[in-house]
């Protein structure tokens, strides 16, 4: 007992060193992916509750335009950046992050060391279809790493208990969730004490990837951080989201001294 208390204190104790840059009052780390893993596996290790987003500039406009959204991402134990305008805006204010930290990396990156490390990992999001294949495709690409739960995203408020209840019997180590933008994160943050997962994180559609239904942007695009544009181009209709991209960009050269300040 004492050994796990101690763990736990310093595990909290880690989880307050870690390197930030401010943006409008949203503390994004600043550590690159290594170090991010790292980080996860200490929490793991430690059974400490780690709510994990993958953010990016459209995320921090509707967080500035909705205060129960923004009070929601502060409450985060890590927000990495995962856009690409997230990544330049840091640089742009003089507070560099390391890296790039896509949210699609971390999901794999963690399902390989499950394999040596035996961890579970319940898988919660988008339509049944979608999330068995994704199961299923996991499944042979680490077939160490225990799938230990599959459920779809297609539930309202009525049933949350009961899918709480279930991720609780499974006793995950790590939990993916994706569901729609405005549901997704204020989920995790409303239950994530009651579910008890170490790492539990967001993960947009990237089950879509896994699945096959839609194709991750090849080498050439991510380099020139142009994945966005990619998805676009496979997702038309995300257009109006997308539009907010350069209302970001203007937004961040326009206030360049009030960036790294708290939200105004």
Do not use: C
Not at 193 to 216: N, Q, T
């Amino acid at each position: 007992m004492t050994t796990t208390v101690t763990n736990n204190i310093e595990t909290a104790h880690s989880l307050k060193q870690i390197p930030t840059v401010s943006i409008y009052g949203l503390p994004f780390s600043k550590m690159g992916m290594d170090e991010t893993i790292a980080t996860l596996t200490s929490a793991i290790d430690n059974r400490k509750t780690m709510h994990v987003i993958t953010a990016n500039p459209i995320m921090i406009m509707s967080a500035l335009e909705d205060s129960s959204y923004y009070s929601m991402m502060r409450t985060a134990e890590l927000i990495v950046p995962d856009g690409t305008g997230v990544v330049w805006a840091a640089g742009y204010v003089g507070q560099p992050v390391a890296e790039r930290v896509p949210g699609f990396d971390i999901l794999h990156r963690l399902m390989a060391l499950g394999e040596s490390r035996g961890w579970g990992v319940y898988l919660l999001g988008t339509d049944q279809q979608t999330i068995d294949q994704a199961a299923a495709n996991l499944k042979q690409q680490y077939p160490g790493t225990r799938i230990v739960g599959v459920r779809n995203g297609y539930f309202g408020p009525e049933q949350d208990a009961e899918v709480v209840a279930e991720i609780q019997k499974a006793k995950p180590d790590i939990l993916f969730v994706a569901r729609s933008a405005t549901t997704q994160e204020p989920w995790i943050a409303r239950y994530k004490a009651e579910l008890g997962v170490p790492v539990i994180m967001g993960v947009g559609g990237s089950f879509d990837i896994i699945a096959g239904k839609l194709k991750r942007a090849p080498k050439l695009f991510q380099k020139l951080r142009l994945e966005w544009f990619y998805r676009l181009l496979q997702e038309p209709y995300r257009y109006k989201r997308m539009l907010v991209l350069p209302k970001f960009v203007i937004k961040v050269v326009r206030e360049k001294e009030k960036v790294t300040k708290a939200r105004p």
